[in-house]
């Protein structure tokens, strides 16, 4: 393949589109495939909250909470592990933009029951999503082919 230089006008811009076009849809798959993980994990959560709620016992349990805060990474390294896989450059940082979107959207879902009770257990949620999904997609894109990494990366 020709050098960048060497390109026409037209290729330039093809791979331009391809490079954004990457960005965008596996920036968009990531989100979707969190955001439903992250979703269902968290009405789970609450119908084990219920379940225990209804059984007489006590409702702050220690288990619900740490489930959510499980759910929360075991999103974030799906998050990672497509971000990882499949971005051109700079996973870390595609990764936490992934990461952080569903976290700042479930943190504004009142209607759904989604919000934990806690504003540091929120923040807990959001951070434990968002440092295993920026783990998880370095450690995938550093055991990419090197012909696969896109510019400086993490060597």
């Known amino acids: 393949m020709n050098t960048s230089d060497q390109l026409g006008r037209f290729d330039r811009s093809t791979l331009v589109l391809w490079r954004v076009s990457n960005l965008i849809v596996w920036v968009a798959a990531a989100v979707v495939v969190g955001g439903f993980v992250a979703y269902t994990a968290a009405n789970l959560a609450r119908a084990v909250d219920l379940w225990w709620t209804a059984h007489g016992f006590d409702n702050e349990l220690t288990i619900v909470r740490a489930l959510e805060v499980?759910?929360?990474?075991?999103?974030?390294?799906?998050?990672?592990?497509?971000?990882g896989r499949h971005v051109y450059r700079a996973?870390?940082?595609?990764?936490?933009?992934?990461?952080?979107?569903p976290g700042w959207f479930a943190t504004r879902v009142y209607d759904f029951g989604l919000v934990p009770k806690s504003a540091r257990l929120v923040v807990l949620v959001v951070l434990v999503d968002v440092v295993a999904a920026v783990l998880v997609a370095r450690r995938s894109w550093r055991r990419r082919p090197l012909a696969l990494r896109g510019g400086r990366g993490p060597q």
């Open 70 to 83: 499980v759910a929360s990474g075991a999103s974030g390294a799906l998050i990672g592990a497509i971000v």
């Open 91 to 101: 996973p870390e940082v595609v990764a936490l933009i992934s990461a952080a979107l």
